[in-house]
């Protein structure tokens, strides 16, 4: 059992029922969830100690939020209280052609105007055998990127492993201001989860082969390559999206440590909610690298174990271990288990 750190900000989702657009909708169903708290809950039930750092603001919309992460037995002794509000966003499930819709409505957060004094990083990460961070945290205000950049320097002065999911959101920056912070931040990253768009359009850098003359996993692996001599990873990974509608996806994974790449094999997926697929990858691959697990092996698991989210409302994956290797081992008949 490792201890796993993951750092970031929890908020309040409020999704229409059913497919309903937000013009319909006379309520929301209430979730708590966001990427690092997705991955950090994701991680519990597989097994791990997970400690998740943030800032929530002292009143019981906080108290709920923290408790949404006790209940899957995430340690939450490093989340402090304070600040004006709690992070909220609203969701309008897709159907079909018409895609999913979000709404935010996160300024002056707890967790956006959180301070790195207010955080003890030789106490946090005092034992840790990983720490995972994703882009949206110093996507939410220069003080969060501040914060992120801190963490990740002490992580990597006591030696904790260290993974850090690109997960860009327009809504939330540009890809200008995205690139400066990313620039900044990922030196100090072992295992990087992105795209080849991430690295084209966010690093700015170059195919070394025209994508449309190419094929998809030469372009794909040019670009880690790249990545991994700039930054210095030790591997990088990414999910693989087939958008053949708001309904139906085709999901894969691939990966590459400089040696060897790899994909895996690709999973027809009938989507109940596509929010939370890129954390419930992250987990997963984080599980079977801390594990000792070769990047294959990691892959598959995480490759499944998102597959299997997409299956789930709300933000947090709540399959098992097991579910996950029953589906790796290629059970994908959807049989009533009795």
Same mark, same amino acid.
């Given at each position: 059992?490792?201890?796993?750190?993951?750092?970031?900000?929890?908020?309040?989702?409020?999704?229409?029922?059913?497919?309903?657009?937000?013009?319909?909708?006379?309520?929301?169903?209430?979730?708590?969830?966001?990427?690092?708290?997705?991955?950090?809950?994701?991680?519990?039930?597989?097994?791990?100690?997970?400690?998740?750092?943030?800032?929530?603001?002292?009143?019981?919309?906080?108290?709920?939020?923290?408790?949404?992460?006790?209940?899957?037995?995430?340690?939450?002794?490093?989340?402090?209280?304070?600040?004006?509000?709690?992070?909220?966003?609203?969701?309008?499930?897709?159907?079909?052609?018409?895609?999913?819709?979000?709404?935010?409505?996160?300024?002056?957060?707890?967790?956006?105007?959180?301070?790195?004094?207010?955080?003890?990083?030789?106490?946090?990460?005092?034992?840790?055998?990983?720490?995972?961070?994703?882009?949206?945290?110093?996507?939410?205000?220069?003080?969060?990127?501040?914060?992120?950049?801190?963490?990740?320097?002490?992580?990597?002065?006591?030696?904790?492993?260290?993974?850090?999911?690109?997960?860009?959101?327009?809504?939330?920056?540009?890809?200008?201001?995205?690139?400066?912070?990313?620039?900044?931040?990922?030196?100090?990253?072992? &295992?990087?989860? *992105?795209?080849?768009?991430? =690295?084209?359009? /966010?690093? @700015?850098?170059?195919?070394?082969?025209?994508?449309?003359? +190419?094929?998809?996993?030469?372009?794909?692996?040019?670009?880690?390559?790249?990545?991994?001599?700039?930054?210095?990873?030790?591997?990088?990974?990414?999910?693989?999206?087939?958008?053949?509608?708001?309904?139906?996806?085709?999901?894969?994974?691939?990966?590459?440590?400089?040696?060897?790449?790899?994909?895996?094999?690709?999973?027809?997926?009938?989507?109940?909610?596509? &929010?939370?697929? *890129?954390?419930?990858?992250? =987990?997963?691959? /984080?599980? @079977?690298?801390?594990?000792?697990?070769?990047?294959?092996? +990691?892959?598959?698991?995480?490759?499944?174990?998102?597959?299997?989210?997409?299956?789930?409302?709300?933000?947090?994956?709540?399959?098992?271990?097991?579910?996950?290797?029953?589906?790796?081992?290629?059970?994908?008949?959807?049989?009533?288990?009795?």
């Amino acid at each position: 059992m490792a201890k796993i750190v993951t750092m970031g900000e929890i908020m309040l989702r409020l999704s229409t029922p059913g497919y309903q657009k937000f013009i319909q909708a006379d309520n929301f169903e209430v979730n708590y969830g966001g990427g690092e708290a997705n991955v950090c809950v994701s991680l519990a039930r597989f097994g791990h100690k997970t400690y998740f750092v943030s800032k929530v603001p002292d009143n019981p919309i906080g108290e709920c939020a923290v408790a949404a992460l006790r209940k899957h037995d995430v340690n939450c002794e490093y989340i402090i209280k304070g600040g004006e509000r709690l992070g909220i966003y609203y969701l309008e499930p897709g159907a079909s052609m018409r895609p999913s819709n979000v709404v935010y409505d996160r300024a002056h957060s707890s967790m956006s105007e959180a301070a790195i004094e207010e955080f003890d990083f030789d106490t946090i990460f005092k034992g840790a055998d990983w720490f995972h961070l994703s882009g949206i945290t110093p996507a939410i205000s220069d003080k969060a990127a501040d914060l992120a950049l801190a963490a990740l320097q002490k992580a990597r002065e006591l030696g904790v492993k260290v993974s850090m999911d690109f997960n860009y959101r327009a809504k939330l920056w540009s890809y200008e201001k995205a690139g400066k912070v990313m620039t900044e931040l990922l030196p100090y990253v072992d &295992v990087c989860i *992105g795209s080849k768009e991430d =690295a084209i359009y /966010i690093l @700015g850098m170059t195919p070394s082969q025209k994508p449309d003359g +190419a094929l998809a996993d030469d372009v794909t692996k040019d670009m880690f390559q790249q990545m991994i001599e700039r930054f210095g990873f030790q591997c990088m990974a990414g999910t693989m999206r087939e958008s053949y509608s708001a309904s139906d996806n085709g999901w894969s994974a691939c990966i590459y440590d400089g040696k060897e790449f790899y994909h895996t094999r690709k999973y027809d997926m009938r989507i109940v909610d596509r &929010v939370g697929g *890129g954390d419930s990858f992250a =987990a997963g691959l /984080i599980c @079977g690298l801390v594990e000792g697990k070769g990047i294959k092996e +990691a892959l598959d698991f995480a490759t499944a174990a998102s597959a299997l989210k997409h299956t789930i409302p709300g933000d947090v994956n709540l399959v098992t271990r097991s579910e996950v290797e029953r589906l790796m081992n290629g059970d994908a008949s959807g049989k009533v288990q009795r």
